[in-house]
């Protein structure tokens, strides 16, 4: 099935955090332009963690959505790019 595919739920789990990063600009910075927000999220290190790490909830929906639908792999594919993320943000944060 077209749907029960790792690929599709690793996409998604790939533009869910990004998705959350527009969704947070509009909930909770909607007086800043984009280009402002993008640029206090570049230039204030701790601020981008927490905002980043807040992003990465919008793929419990999907998570969620696959795995009552039985649609294991694709579920496992959300997974995965969560974790690629996480492993990101860890990195950045600890390590540069």
Not at 29 to 54: A, I, P
Not at 74 to 80: E, H, K, L, M
Request: aromatic share 18%.
């Amino acid at each position: 099935m077209l749907r029960n595919n790792p690929i599709v739920g690793f996409l998604f789990g790939l533009i869910g955090p990004v998705l959350g990063l527009f969704i947070m600009k509009f909930v909770w910075f909607r007086h800043d332009s984009v280009s402002d927000y993008l640029g206090m999220l570049m230039h204030t290190k701790d601020t981008m963690f927490k905002v980043c790490s807040l992003s990465m909830l919008v793929n419990l929906a999907p998570f969620i959505f696959f795995n009552s639908k039985r649609y294991d792999h694709a579920a496992r594919g959300v997974f995965i790019a969560t974790m690629l993320y996480v492993v990101f943000i860890v990195i950045a944060r600890y390590v540069w």
